[in-house]
């Protein structure tokens, strides 16, 4: 994932270059970019916020009016800053506060919290940020890809080895408003460079790059590659993170050139730059450092080469479509060491919301329940007696009008019947004898529900009850593969890849079974 740093140097607005102040810039993926000065670019720590009247000791007849003020918070665009390695950085988005102030000296020191870093350039003005390309590595992106540009030819003849190294060709993916995506190839890395060396290294890098011709915000390129590394989760079944972020810009340099007349003028030319961009994430991970295999992901890129463009945008639309159906998902995959009872609970919730937002589910209209059945319970509560007319068996009032508050949305599915429900609108897609028979599905769906209940609502002899341990492993891995089943056939994958998808990854084989088998 994005490295955490800290760094000490110097630093000062566009629009007041002359005064510099030394601070320390520190970086990690949970909190994001911190700038601490040591003293204040500002003349005055403290700004008016109204008057207010002081009586005297006297009393009240002797007032005195008083302004009253409060520490500074100020808000800049853009701060720059040198490193004591003479690096370049520009901070974007900077929000300050006073960190601390000497009443007697009347000086603060400061503190900024940052919403993105560029390294290695200065752009003195917000309008100055155009990144023509962002280009961003992932965790595990070669592995999911799988396309090499290295061969290896051995002679034995001859006791050989020759290594060969061609970028594969960039793949463009779609193009989402006017930004293009791509899946490009690094050049190859070969270390080391040295005569008489021992050992060599030949790597190649995999990316997402997003073209940005049009010079769209930072933002919208930021919100595309999270999405993707939210899709790249969803396809190798873990955690992937972002592990760096790097831009092109056009910097414009002066360069003097001699004219016919042997006078030598300036002429501005533009270069390309290439940025480091750092921000902070919700959900980092150290997902780089887990063991991952192909043959354990849901998906391959070669699955989906031929629409990935389009799945990619099915992946955005019914993301927003879904939003708690996915942030359940991302949660419980971003959060590797969340305990398995809440594991269990988000994906069982996850798959609750899909049903209830796609198919809603109630058992009668609503408008029939309304004008019938909850008539009918109404009347009965109405003259079932008060508490002070029987205190032995009378109700409250309060307790009467929660039980028409509740009995008023009875006509939804019970999570069971939701369950039930998913499962026969998806068994077509399910490996052979999955659970097992019909039976054992409607008693699987009524064991996670009662479990979910049990778990949610906290009743002690209901918890007792609940599956633990093993079976509720199972009972999470049986509900995963049928939420992952839902949202494969929601990103418009046909039926008989997904099929083929789940027979092929044998997570599906630690699903739940009956207890009796």
Known sequence: MLEEFVSLGKWWLPNKPEVVVPGKLSFSPESGATLELIGSFYSSQLKEIGQ???SSIEG????TSGVRLDFIKPEEIIILGLLDNNEKITLYRCSGQVKSFEFTKLTA???????YVFRKIHFEYEQDIKLKSISVQYSHLEKWVGKSGIEVFVSQEENKIWMSYQPPSNIHLTKIGSLDLYITFSSVCVYPFYPNAYNANIEQKTYLTIQNPCNQPIDDCV????????????????????????????????????QANGDFTLEKE?????????????????????NLSPDKMLFLFSDVENNLGSFFEAWINKREEYEPVFDLLMATMYSSSLYLGYKFLNIIQALEAYHTSKYEGSYQDKKIYKQGLYQEFIKVLDKFPSESDNQE?????????ALKG??????????????KEIINKVSSLLPNNFIGSVKDRELFSRRASETRNALTHHNKEKRQQAARGRELFQLFHTLT????ICLLRELNLPDESIKILVERNRAYQKEWRPSSN
């Open 52 to 54: 207010v009247k002081i």
């Open 60 to 63: 009240e007849s002797n007032l």
């Open 109 to 115: 020191s400061l503190s900024f919290n940052v919403e």
């Open 223 to 258: 919100n595309l590659l999270i999405r993707f590394s939210d899709l790249l989760s969803f396809a190798m079944t873990k955690a992937t993170s972002v592990i760096k972020v790097t831009g092109k810009a056009d910097v414009i340099h002066e360069k003097p050139v001699q």
């Open 270 to 290: 533009a270069r390309e730059t290439q940025v480091i961009i750092i921000f902070g994430l919700w959900n980092p991970t150290k997902s780089s450092e887990i």
């Open 393 to 401: 068996n009378g109700i409250s009032d309060e307790f009467r009008n």
């Open 406 to 419: 509740k009995l008023k949305n009875q006509t939804s599915f019970t999570l069971e019947t939701r369950l």
């Open 481 to 484: 593969v049928i939420l992952q």
